[in-house]
């Protein structure tokens, strides 16, 4: 078989859209209610994508807002990018547009493997940011858009799917490896 391929992905988004609990769902296969929202955490896991191993190293980041500067860290040697908003929260979703914006400009390119994901949806009668408008967004940025809830362990693995599928398509068109 062929050998694992590392990937580094980094999850972004406002504070407490639920990026550590999409991340601690997907590498331990559970919920947990309440994890520090301040420190910055770097889980490694194994996914298996088209019978191939991945080791994918994720970058829980403490969360950002519109002001935040982004550490270098952020873009050298990353494969790709989960932005999340929590879909009961109008004001996340104004923040990964802008996330995604001084992403491309650190990038310097028009193009960088990416999954928006609109979290929270078992909050039904909380719900504020309609599934069409994630949508678009993600239409409008050429990116992969899925809603999830990690308290429900819903869309959990296929935004990780996802996003080693984005990856791959650019490494493909011979631009990273
Ligand atoms: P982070 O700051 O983006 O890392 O957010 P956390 O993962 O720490 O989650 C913030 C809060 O939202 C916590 O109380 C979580 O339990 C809760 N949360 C996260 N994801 C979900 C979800 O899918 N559904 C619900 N109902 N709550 C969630
Ligand atoms: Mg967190």
Request: charge should be negative; glycine fraction near 6%.
């Amino acid at each position: 078989m062929a050998p694992p391929k590392s990937r580094k992905i980094v999850i972004m988004g406002f504070r407490s859209v639920g990026k550590s609990s999409i991340t601690i769902q997907l590498v331990e296969g559970q919920f947990v209610d309440s994890y520090d929202p301040t420190i910055e955490n770097t889980f490694t896991t194994k996914v298996k994508h088209n019978s191939q191993e991945y080791v994918l190293e994720l970058v829980d980041t403490a969360g950002q807002d519109e002001y935040s500067i982004f550490p270098q860290s952020y873009s050298v040697g990353i494969h790709g990018y989960v932005l999340v908003y929590a879909v009961t929260s109008p004001k996340s979703f104004e923040v990964v547009k802008v996330i995604h914006e001084k992403l491309l400009d650190m990038s310097g390119q028009d193009y960088v493997p990416m999954v928006l994901v609109g979290n929270k949806t078992d909050l039904h009668m909380e719900r504020k940011v309609p599934t069409e408008n994630g949508k678009s967004l993600a239409d409008s940025w050429k990116a992969a858009f899925f809603e999830s809830s990690a308290k429900e362990n819903s869309s959990v693995h296929e935004i990780f799917q996802m996003v080693i599928r984005e990856i791959e398509k650019r490494d493909k068109d011979g631009n990273v490896d």
